[in-house]
T-cell receptor
């Protein structure tokens, strides 16, 4: 138990579907992150939220839409994805400016067919 | 550009010692981190180096040389449960983590 919970753990979706990934943290952190992890590639930072405000969007395509209703919850809304978007999507949290204390969720394994 | 290099895969024997290297080129430096990630699980924090030298924590040690842009993770008395990927990450001048692709460590009996 890492204190960061992601659902679902596995997701298979068609290119025309709309789905959402959910992340919840119980660590009292105020920064939350979405990462994409592809095989044999470095973790790619997608979005950063500090105190519910988006502070970073690393040129992520608009078919990925994040939502952060409060400091404990983070969503990633998905629509019209491409097969190359298949990857492990990791949520993480930390105190702002203190990435040494990043706690990761177990990830959602996404397959786009 | 910013870059973290580490070997893709390493194999070692149970009970032995293995050293996983990481070299980096980043915009500024505010610390280097090692994480362990078992297949299908979340990465977990192992170690943090911000000053040159060796940090020891049980069977695991991490070394840093800032002048050489180099770190290693040393695992002693290897156990089967140490089979995992080991991720090296550097915090840059903007306090963002730059990640390596990870080293998959395979432990054989």
């Amino acid at each position: 138990e890492t204190g960061v919970t992601q659902t679902p753990r596995h997701l298979v979706m068609g290119m025309t579907n709309k789905k959402s990934l959910k992340c919840e943290q119980h660590l009292g952190h105020n920064a939350m992150y979405w990462y994409k992890q592809s095989a044999k590639k470095p973790l790619e930072l997608m979005f950063v939220y500090n105190f519910k405000e988006q502070t970073e969007n690393n040129s992520v395509p608009s078919r990925f839409s994040p939502e952060c209703p409060n400091s404990s919850h983070l969503f990633l809304h998905l629509h019209t994805l491409q097969p190359e978007d298949s990857a492990l999507y990791l949520c993480a949290s930390s105190q702002p400016m203190d990435s040494a204390l990043v706690g990761f969720g177990q990830g959602t394994r996404l397959t786009v067919v | 550009g910013q870059n973290i290099d580490q070997p893709t895969e390493m194999t070692a024997t149970e009970g032995a010692i293995v050293q996983i290297n990481c070299t980096y080129q980043t915009s500024g430096f505010n610390g280097l981190f090692w994480y362990q990630q078992h297949a299908g699980e979340a990465p977990t924090f192992l170690s943090y180096n911000v000053l040159d030298g060796l940090e020891e924590k049980g069977r695991f040690s991490s070394f840093l040389s800032r002048s050489k842009g180099y770190s290693y993770l040393l695992l002693k008395e290897l156990q089967m449960k140490d089979s995992a990927s080991y991720l090296c990450a550097v915090r840059d001048s903007n306090y963002q983590l730059i990640w390596g692709a990870g080293t998959k460590l395979i432990i054989k009996p």
